[in-house]
């Protein structure tokens, strides 16, 4: 019997020829990340243990982006101790104020991950690498703490759903609503514990930028991970960032899935989903009546160049709404310059939106657009938990780039034909 | 080990915004983040949880973000164990990792209500709703983690490895 992606790498990393769903096993670490959230815990883990050293200080990747430029004195606190952790360790990869920029979107971006790898990260959006067909999951400080002073992760091999998305786009249809639209079909719990392996003729046309988006919300059903095969745009997009050689890792034919999912992708309009969860899904058209006070484009979903040049494209020209704030959130120092390259922050704050550095900003209710008692708030971010940006009266709708830039120019919650 | 308390019981999808919000989050001190739990869904709830008190919850407990945060908090807060239908990945490792017992048992979860005393053996899984006089059985752990458990945490377990 044939192996999924997801059990072909953890049985790589773990010196054995086959592993099987419920199989409990120890694994190498490719890649260890951690948060200035995070990392203050497990650095904490970390010296508990007693190791001298870190087991390879230049497979550990440090990013303060939660909660810096630091926006207070304990913050300022913890970003401190995760400098200083790095700098007695001579951690390579720390990316400090002016390198820095959203954790998910960096690592790929600075070719960190490669397909075929194994990356473990205090984040639970770390899932994100699967759109480049590696292993990645999120733990927490404990876990990563571990990791640093033994580069190995105990893990239970999970079952895989299979995910096949057929057929044609509709217009201003992206990677963001495949995924919303999965999370209703599937909901919050749908995937706890299980792979998901997006697959189909669809999702190959697809980015990696928009990969990323949907592997990025595989946690928001439960899921450990949620993989792509990496193919030609897989391979383009590392080559020309890393100099390692990708591990090209395809399920085999007669690999077992827990259960298949077909999604017919012309079915599928923009998407929006309402408080307070991310599988509570309409089609766009249904949230006309929504008025909205703010508008959020970045964070590790939707933070990357594609998704800011296309609400760029949209808001171009035109004006946002009175009454509504929209805060652009580069994801990365790159990003940002390439976006200033292109004119596309021009178009924002042309259009009267403002911009701020490459941080996770206000997705988390962090600083930079925390929400008041009563405000709406239209985010191409992850989540709309109960107070996630804010106040907990406060409402988050989770959309694509294009239909946050539409909803900017209209104040309400709408689509790209309607401006 | 048996542990027996007052129940405070939650529904489904408790994620970890609602156990502790972010902006709880810029500090690592365990007395700080326990008295932030569940600072907006129930604001009593740090002030009078008493310690060995029980927290039930519904499905999916623990969804959303990996912050360790969420079942430190709780721990430090006093409660000597969490019974939910079921835990999120993350929140479930996590909690075994930090020492804190969970145990998985929908039929428990139904019966119990808040204020109910309700007993837990962490060894056997045997639930008991001493208030109502039921019996439930909850699901097996798996070797691994009990080892992890019995180690007292996952830092005291891969001690004893190397």
Known sequence: ?419 | MTIEGKVWKFGDNIDTDVIIPARFLNVSDKKILASSAFADLRPDFSKDVRKGDILVGGSNFGCGSSREHAPLAIKEAGISVIIAKSFARIFYRNSFNIGLPILESKEAVESIEENDQVSADLVTGEIVNKTKGEKFQAKPVPDFMRGVIQAGGLVEYIKKQE
């Open chain 1, 1 to 419: 019997m044939g192996m999924t992606i997801t059990e072909k790498i953890l049985a790589a990393h773990s010196g054995n020829d086959v592993v099987r769903p419920g199989d409990i096993l120890q694994a190498d670490v490719d890649m260890a990340l951690a948060n200035d959230v995070t990392a203050p815990l497990a650095i904490k883990v970390f010296e508990e243990i007693g190791k001298e050293n870190v087991f390879n200080r230049d497979k550990i990747a440090l990013v303060p982006d939660h909660f810096v430029p630091n926006k207070d004195i304990p913050s300022a606190r913890q970003a401190k101790m995760m400098r200083e952790f790095a700098a007695k360790y001579g951690i390579k990869n720390y990316f400090e104020v002016g390198q820095m920029g959203v954790e998910h979107v960096i690592l790929p971006e600075k070719g960190l991950v490669i397909p075929g790898d194994l990356v473990i990260g205090a984040d639970s959006h770390t899932c994100t690498y699967g759109a480049l067909g590696a292993f990645s999951t999120g733990v927490g400080s404990t876990d990563l703490g571990v990791i640093m002073a033994t580069g190995r992760v105990w893990l239970k091999v999970p079952p895989t759903i299979k995910v096949i998305f057929e057929g044609a786009f509709n217009p201003w249809v992206c990677g963001k609503d495949l995924i919303l639209y999965l999370l209703g079909v599937m909901g919050v719990e749908g995937a706890n514990y299980c792979a998901i392996e997006f697959m189909g003729s669809a999702v190959k046309k697809l980015t990696i930028d928009q990969r990323m988006t949907m592997s990025n919300m595989a946690i928001e059903c439960g899921a450990k991970n949620g993989v792509f095969e990496a193919d030609e745009i897989t391979l383009n997009y590392v080559k020309e960032r890393s100099t390692r050689k990708p591990l090209v890792i395809k399920p085999d034919p007669d690999a077992k899935y827990e259960r298949e999912i077909h999604i017919d992708v012309s079915k599928i309009q923009p998407q929006v989903a309402f408080p307070h969860s991310p599988d509570n899904v309409r089609p766009v058209s249904e949230g006309k009546d929504v008025k909205i006070d703010q508008v959020f484009i970045g964070s590790c979903t939707n933070g990357r160049l594609e998704d800011l040049r296309i609400a760029a494209g949209l808001m171009k020209g035109k004006s946002v709404a009175k009454g509504v704030r929209v805060i652009v959130i580069p994801g990365s120092q790159l990003i940002y310059k390439e976006a200033i390259r292109e004119g596309i922050i021009d178009a924002f704050l042309d259009a009267g939106a403002t911009i701020g550095p490459p941080t996770c900003g206000p997705c988390l209710g962090g600083h930079m657009g925390i929400l008041a008692e009563g405000e709406r708030c239209a985010s191409t971010s992850n989540r709309n938990f109960i107070g996630r940006m804010g106040d907990p009266k406060s409402e988050v709708y989770l959309v694509s780039p294009a239909v946050a830039a539409a909803s900017a120019v209209l104040g309400r919650i709408g689509l790209p034909e309607e401006i």
